[in-house]
Nanobody, 114 residues
Framework: QVQFVESGGGLVQAGGSLRLSCAAS????????IAWYRQAPGKQRDVVAR????????FYVDSVKGRFTISRDNAQNTVYLQMNSLKPEDTAVYYC???????WGQGTQVTVSS
């Protein structure tokens, strides 16, 4: 089973940018569809974006389209989420995992101030 370690979160003002990274263990990583999920306080954890195993196909929820970009480097077992034009409603703990998810990592907190 692949394990995931997220990093790159922080506190940023509205309109700012952050780049999240997800380091994965295991040789099966490159065969997996990977997603970034987020969970805001009191809300369920939902997919924000996902990328196919080879990186050619991506999906974004409507609320982040045009602002977030998911990418992966299979040689480095890493997935990224570039987040631009951040809004207060993007505040959440962000997780990466396969689709469907395995065991969750710690996540990384993103806080966007208005």
């Amino acid at each position: 089973q692949v394990q995931f370690v997220e990093s790159g979160g922080g506190l940023v003002q509205a309109g700012g940018s952050l780049r999240l990274s997800c380091a994965a263990s295991g040789s099966t990583f490159r065969s997996l569809t990977i997603a970034w999920y987020r969970q805001a306080p009191g809300k369920q954890r939902d997919v924000v974006a996902r990328v196919s195993s080879g990186g050619a196909s991506t999906f974004y929820v409507d609320s982040v389209k045009g602002r977030f970009t998911i990418s992966r480097d299979n040689a480095q077992n890493t997935v990224y989420l570039q987040m631009n034009s951040l809004k207060p409603e993007d505040t959440a703990v962000y997780y990466c995992n396969r689709v469907p998810p395995w065991t969750w990592g710690q996540g990384t907190q993103v806080t966007v101030s208005s």
